[in-house]
Every structure is written in C-alpha cells, then in structure tokens.
C-alpha cells in the first residue's frame, strides 16, 4: 500500500511505515511527528524519573548501611550501594548531557517557547544540579562511608 502525504511518498508494509528523506521543516508540519519540543519533553520526564529512582536507591543504601547489625555487612552494603549509585549516576549524566543537547539546538530558535523562557529568566541554569551535581555528591558520600567505615573495621579487628 502506498500512500502520498504532503507530496512524500510513503510505503506502509506490516506496520511498518519507511518514508524518503525530507527537510526538517517539511517533517515539522506533517502529522504525526517526533520533533525536537516533544524529544525535550520525554529527555525532561525521563531524566527526572532516573533522578527519582536514584535518589530513592541512595536512600535505601545508606539505611541499609545504617540499620546494619554486622559492621561487615555494613561494609558490603555501602560498598556495592555506591558501585550502583556510581552506574545510575553515569546514566543520569549522560541523560542530563542529551538534555543539554536538545536544549542547545531549541534554543537556537528564537521563536520558540523554550528559547523566550530562558530569556526572561535570564542568565545562568541550575537544571545541572539533578543531573550532574547531586547524583556526584551522592556517590563520593558512599565513597567516603566505604573508606572511613572500612578504617573503623580495620581498628576494630587490631583492637581484638
């Protein structure tokens, strides 16, 4: 079945729709599309429910570690809590980076929405601190437990 919309011709086999490359502005106005404000809007959502999870696995973590009867326990608890806070941190970067990216081109038009909000709201953005500056803070804490809990362990056993 071959279907011509807006002068671009499209196939449409097994659900599968396979279209000829066309100009940015020509996708923009034929229906339905994935533009840039709606890829904004998913990066956005995404990012922030990453950031939700992570902050939610950081506070079990240190819980765990302190509601941890046996320091060795406690030791293994903060150890492979940060070693998984340090992995969701590098996706929240990288979530964070392909946000900035997306923000980046938008921006370019001044027409757009995104473009005059971030005018009138003027210079300098904090939206780094969820996806850069929080996550990193969280982990070098767990780093730091790690490393004074694991000296805490080797005191207690030269103490016996």
């Known amino acids: 079945m071959i279907k011509s919309i807006t002068n671009k011709t499209f196939i449409m086999d097994d659900n ?9 502005s020509d996708r923009d106005k034929t229906s339905p599309v994935w533009d840039m404000s709606q890829e904004r809007a998913f990066i ?4 922030s429910q990453r950031f939700n999870y992570f902050l939610v696995f950081y506070s079990i973590t240190v819980a765990g570690f302190i509601n941890a009867k046996n320091p060795i326990f406690a030791q293994i608890i903060i150890t492979i809590g940060g070693l998984i806070i340090f992995l ?6 990288r979530s964070q980076r392909k946000l900035d990216l997306i923000l980046e081109d938008l921006f370019k038009d001044n027409s757009h929405p995104a473009k005059i909000v971030d005018m009138q709201a003027g210079k300098g953005s904090a939206r780094r601190i969820i996806g850069i500056w929080i996550p990193t ?16 362990i080797c005191c207690l056993c030269q103490c016996k």
């Open 137 to 152: 803070i969280c982990y070098l804490s767990l780093v730091i437990g790690a490393i004074v809990h694991l000296c805490y």
């Open 88 to 93: 969701l941190a590098l996706v929240l970067k």
């Open 44 to 47: 956005e959502n995404l990012l």
């Open 16 to 24: 599968l729709a396979k279209h000829e490359q066309i100009s940015a």
